[in-house]
Nanobody, 119 residues
Framework: VQLVESGGGLVQPGGSLRLSCAAS???????IGWFRQAPGKEREGVSC????????????HYAASVKGRFIISRDNTKTIVFLQMNSLKPEDTAVYYC??????????WGQGTQVTVSS
C-alpha cells in the first residue's frame, strides 16, 4: 500500500498540528505506524494503531515521550490515519513518516512531513 504523509509545518511550543497518512485504498486491515526522525538521530516509533481485521483489536499505542499529548485515529472513510499532536515541544521537531507496520525495520518510506516546533 502506498502512503502519503501531510500536515506538517512550523508551530510554536504548546501548539498543535494534525498529520494525515493517506492511501487510495482502505487502511482498515493494516497496522499503521507513525515514526519520526530528528536530525542526527535514529528513526523512532511515535504511535501505532492496530488493524481492525477480526484477528486484531484496533488498539492504539504511544511512545512514552508523546503519551497523553498525541492521539492516533482512523477517519470514517478508512483511507486516512491521523496523528493529532498537542502540547508540542521543541524536541518533537522531526520529519514524520507513516508506514503499514507498527515495528521497525521498514524499507519503503515515503517523503514524510516536516514538523518544526520553535518560537
Amino acid at each position: 500500500v502506498q502512503l502519503v504523509e501531510s500536515g506538517g509545518g512550523l508551530v510554536q511550543p504548546g501548539g498543535s498540528l494534525r498529520l494525515s497518512c493517506a492511501a487510495s485504498d482502505s487502511l482498515d486491515y493494516y497496522d499503521i505506524g507513525w515514526f519520526r526522525q530528528a536530525p542526527g538521530k535514529e528513526r523512532e516509533g511515535v504511535s501505532c494503531i492496530n488493524s481492525n481485521d477480526p484477528r486484531s483489536d484496533g488498539s492504539t499505542h504511544y511512545a512514552a515521550s508523546v503519551k497523553g499529548r498525541f492521539i492516533i485515529s482512523r477517519d470514517n472513510t478508512k483511507t486516512i490515519v491521523f496523528l493529532q499532536m498537542n502540547s508540542l515541544k521543541p524536541e518533537d521537531t522531526a520529519v514524520y513518516y507513516c508506514a503499514p507496520t507498527c515495528i521497525l525495520p521498514y524499507d519503503y518510506w515515503g517523503q514524510g512531513t516536516q514538523v518544526t516546533v520553535s518560537s
